[in-house]
T-cell receptor, first 113, second 112 residues
Framework: GDSVTQTEGQVALSEEDFLTIHCNYS??????LFWYVQYPGEGPQFLFR?????EKGSSRGFEATYDKGTTSFHLRKASVQESDSAVYYC????????????FGQGTSLSVVP | EAAVTQSPRNKVAVTGGKVTLSCNQT?????MYWYRQDTGHGLRLIHY???????EKGDIPDGYKASRPSQENFSLILELATPSQTSVYFC???????????FGEGSKLTVL
């Protein structure tokens, strides 16, 4: 079945550091790919999506590019802030139904001043 | 602003007892979902619904039932709760085929 793998379980950075969170997927066809963010005590929130090869999604300074060749959708931000501390989830919606999402394990980001 | 409300927010249940988690959305979305969140597993889909009267099994449906009596309401039912069902449960709604889900704040369930 479809699956999403996030390599890092936890990431610790200082403010203004560059962020990369790796996301790789396994699915047939052309799935849609998503990033969600979850702040402490809240439910996950949609960050952005991409639905075709080479498409870049972006929001709030975060960005990711859909790469079908490497089956990846890595999250990047040039300069993180303490307020970015949260759990980040990569997700996949199959090409037959974007309604049913499969989520990765999540990556907990901690940013210290 | 999209709104999904879950109740109860915290629940302690005994093994073998019945638990009902409720969810209400005011987004007028067709689709609703129940996920559970566990460290190391992320979010896993239990049941979902495409509209009133419909329920579908997700990836981990065993031990759970769902009910969608109306567009606004979606319940998750544990008929015989077990300690392995101790988790945080999230309800979400979404418009058809967008993948953009709106989540509630979660319900923490502890089964003793």
């Amino acid at each position: 079945g479809d699956s999403v793998t996030q390599t890092e379980g936890q990431v610790a950075l200082s403010e203004e550091d560059f962020l990369t969170i790796h996301c790789n997927y396994s699915a047939s066809g052309y799935p849609a790919l998503f990033w969600y963010v979850q702040y402490p005590g809240e439910g996950p929130q949609f960050l952005f999506r991409a639905s075709r090869d080479k498409e870049k999604g972006s929001s709030r300074g975060f960005e990711a590019t859909y790469d079908k060749g490497t089956t990846s959708f890595h999250l990047r931000k040039a300069s993180v802030q303490e307020s970015d501390s949260a759990v980040y989830y990569c997700a996949l919606g199959s090409s037959s139904s974007f309604s049913k999402l499969v989520f990765g394990q999540g990556t907990s980001l901690s940013v210290v001043p | 602003e999209a709104a999904v409300t879950q109740s109860p927010r915290n629940k302690v249940a005994v093994t073998g007892g019945k638990v009902t988690l409720s969810c209400n959305q005011t987004n007028n979305h067709n689709n609703m979902y129940w996920y559970r969140q566990d460290t190391g597993h992320g979010l896993r889909l239990i049941h979902y619904s495409y509209g009133a009267g419909s329920t579908e099994k997700g990836d981990i449906p065993d031990g759970y039932k769902a009910s969608r009596p109306s567009q606004e309401n979606f319940s998750l039912i544990l008929e015989l709760a077990t300690p392995s069902q101790t988790s945080v449960y999230f309800c979400a709604s979404g418009a058809r085929n967008t993948g953009q889900l709106y989540f509630g704040e979660g319900s923490k369930l502890t089964v003793l």
